[in-house]
């Protein structure tokens, strides 16, 4: 089997030249990086990734904990990170919790068992015992669109009240006073800022402040359905909608039609937090925050790796911005 000795003698290159292009370096000349790369195709040359993770104590995986990939803006998010990872050098080990604290748990003792040299998490809910075990062991952890009280970690995050901000005026300017909150569980902090943002904004904004208005799913169609069906099932007919992201508006755009039917439901207007492409295929098209899922993945990589060189890392909320389809 061939060596990066090898490969360096066949480069013509130094020993330190060949094994920073074979590790990704971009400090190499574009000439010795074109002559080591060709010699190690010609040597078949396979770099031995545990001899060289047990020399640097490092394994060069990262794990990244999604709270559920079937949400568009969790697959955005995923495909960009491990995107920015695989440009730096890093593999990804991606595992879903599928909102599931006991499963995002068992993703966590794999992930310990594994020796990845980093965590992107988006945490289910509490600090759990295993959770506390890899904090204790000193693996770097960056925190993914949900903060969690009780751990000091980064946090790469929407900027929730912005976007919020952005539908109490869009809701105000189309005159809407009877809207509908369907929000989702309290205990993660997506949630929570944003139904806090809307409930200080909305008398503001000339919306009703009927708290029979307002229903808690869980952040999946079906939760939020059933709480779509609650609001109405209390006499409540409102003008507009609010959905705190994809799967919630999904299922209450369900509830809506399931009670009301196909043609009464249109002449509710749905705006949603975080934007997919089958919105502008409804009837009426929906309008939405957009929320830069890929960038939050993107920042939450960077600040990962920059913990793991030691380097000090901030928190930093990502801005959103409207679609507004009433427009088109």
Not at 18 to 41: D, I, N, Y
Not at 79 to 95: D, N, P, Q, T, W
Request: hydrophobic letters at 45%; a negative charge.
């Amino acid at each position: 089997m061939s060596t990066i000795k090898d490969v360096a003698e066949r480069a013509g290159v130094a020993l330190g030249t060949a094994s920073r292009v074979l590790s990704g370096s971009a400090q190499t000349s574009p000439e010795s990086r074109a002559r080591v790369l060709a010699a190690a195709a010609e040597l078949n040359y396979v770099r031995n990734g545990t001899a060289r993770a047990l020399r640097r104590s490092r394994t060069e995986v990262l794990g990244l904990l999604v709270s559920d990939i079937r949400n568009p803006f969790f697959s955005e998010l995923a495909h960009a990170a491990e995107s920015e990872a695989m440009r730096r050098g890093y593999a990804v080990l991606l595992a879903n919790a599928n909102e599931d604290a006991a499963q995002a748990d068992e993703y966590l003792r794999i992930f310990a068992t594994q020796r990845i040299d980093g965590l992107l998490l988006s945490p289910q809910g509490p600090v759990s015992p295993q959770l506390e075990s890899l904090v204790a062991s000193k693996l770097p952890i960056v925190l993914l669109n949900r903060s969690l009280d009780g751990l000091d970690a980064p946090l790469f995050s929407t900027d929730n009240a912005q976007g919020v901000a952005l539908v109490l005026d869009w809701l105000q300017v189309r005159g809407h006073t009877e809207v509908a909150f369907i929000g989702g569980p309290t205990a993660f902090s997506t949630a929570a800022e944003r139904r806090a943002a809307y409930l200080a904004g909305r008398e503001s904004h000339g919306i009703s402040l009927d708290d029979l208005l307002i229903d808690e799913g869980d952040f999946l169609a079906d939760g939020a359905e059933a709480a779509m069906l609650r609001v109405l099932d209390r006499g409540k007919r409102p003008t507009a909608v609010f959905g705190v992201n994809e799967p919630t508006t999904l299922g209450a755009v369900r509830g809506l039609r399931r009670r009301l039917g196909v043609v009464e439901a249109a002449r509710v207007e749905v705006i949603s937090f975080d934007d997919v492409d089958w919105f502008e295929l409804a009837t009426p098209p929906i309008s939405a925050v957009r929320i830069g899922a890929a960038e939050i993945g993107r920042l939450g990589v960077a600040g990962l790796l920059d913990l793991i060189e030691g380097r000090p890392v901030g928190s930093q909320r990502v801005a959103t911005s409207l679609v507004d389809r009433t427009l088109s």
